[in-house]
Nanobody
Framework: VQLVESGGGWVQPGGSLRLACAAS????????IGWFRQAPGKGRERVSC???????FNEVWVKGRFTISRDNAKNTVYLQMNSLKPEDTAIYYC???????????????WGQGTQVTVSS
């Protein structure tokens, strides 16, 4: 069972990135997938989550800037991030859970993370 994040990098404020979370070793259809982030010196916080049925939920502070989606045929979940801000700088992780949860509790199979840096 493995989740691997990719797509991070450096981008200027206002720019966009698309993160990918590739799943292997299990049936992606059976799980919700959450995206989390952790900035230096801060705890890990949820960004977005998508249910097994394709319903996506964002944290309020995302304010429509990010869109989560899934392609079960490709065993991949995406996070499209637009209008990025310096405060979005963090390591972004994905993890699985039977159903979406508001915290890290119950999520497992964490990936190694992908660094997102937003600066001018």
């Amino acid at each position: 069972v493995q989740l691997v994040e990719s797509g991070g990098g450096w981008v200027q404020p206002g720019g966009s990135l698309r993160l990918a979370c590739a799943a292997s070793g299990f049936t992606l259809d059976d799980y919700a997938i959450g995206w989390f982030r952790q900035a230096p010196g801060k705890g890990r916080e949820r960004v977005s989550c998508i249910t097994r049925y394709g319903s996506g939920f964002n944290e309020v502070w995302v304010k429509g800037r990010f869109t989560i989606s899934r392609d079960n045929a490709k065993n991949t979940v995406y996070l499209q991030m637009n209008s990025l801000k310096p405060e979005d700088t963090a390591i972004y992780y994905c993890a699985r859970r039977i159903a979406c949860g508001a915290t890290t509790d119950g999520f497992d199979s964490w990936g190694q993370g992908t660094q997102v840096t937003v600066s001018s």
